[in-house]
Structure formats: C-alpha cells, structure tokens
Nanobody, 122 residues
C-alpha cells in the first residue's frame, strides 16, 4: 500500500532546530517531486520546499537560508532540516509526493502524508 509517513515534529523554542522525515513505502520516490507543505489553523496550505527527481530544490522566500530539503533515494526518505525556527513556522507539516510526469491539476500519482505538528514557542 502506498504510504507517506512524516515524523520529527514537536515543540521547540524560537531559534531551535528540528528535522522532519518523510518515509515512503509502496513506491519508490526517485520518479517523484517531493515537497513539504504546511498549514496553520485558519490558513491555507502553503508550499514550503520541494525537490525534484533531479535533486533541484526550491523554497518559499520566508524559509530560504533556514530550511533545507533533501532526499535519500536509497532510504526512500525525504527530509526537511529546519534551523532558526520562528513562531510563524508553527503549523502542521505535510509531505507530498507527485509523480514527475504529472503536469495537470489532477494527478493519479499524488500522495500525501498524515502530517506532523511543529510548534515554535517559548
């Protein structure tokens, strides 16, 4: 069965660090664009970072220089290293896998994890 399972979230003080992990099973992520999204209460889900099957990365402006997305195809896992965390980073973080060759809004190979909570507070 296709699954994405996030882990590594928790409570951290401002300026602290966390590393989120997204473990894939039931498929291999080498042909997928892997992304991290986040959603705060009452707000829309937003893209945080993505990495293509060619390991090219993109970040939203607010996390550039602080977050790093990486993939380990041998472990079938994607990571999000988060440093210098701020209270505004507080959200439920989701892992997403989208088949590299999907180009439209609807994709039959588009998978989501259950989310892991990140709370940044003193």
């Amino acid at each position: 069965q296709v699954q994405l399972v996030e882990s590594g979230g928790g409570l951290v003080q401002p300026g602290g660090s966390l590393r989120l992990s997204c473990a894939a099973s039931g498929f291999t992520l080498n042909s997928y664009v892997m992304s991290w999204y986040r959603q705060a209460p009452g707000e829309e889900r937003e893209l945080v970072a993505s990495v293509t099957s060619a390991s090219d990365t993109n970040y939203r402006d607010s996390v550039k220089g602080r977050f790093t997305i990486s993939r380990d195809n041998a472990k079938n896992t994607v990571y999000l290293q988060m440093n210098s965390l701020k209270p505004e980073d507080t959200a439920l973080y989701y892992c997403n896998a989208r088949w590299y060759y999907c180009s439209g809004y609807v994709c039959s190979r588009d998978y989501w994890g259950q989310g892991t909570q990140v709370t940044v507070s003193s």
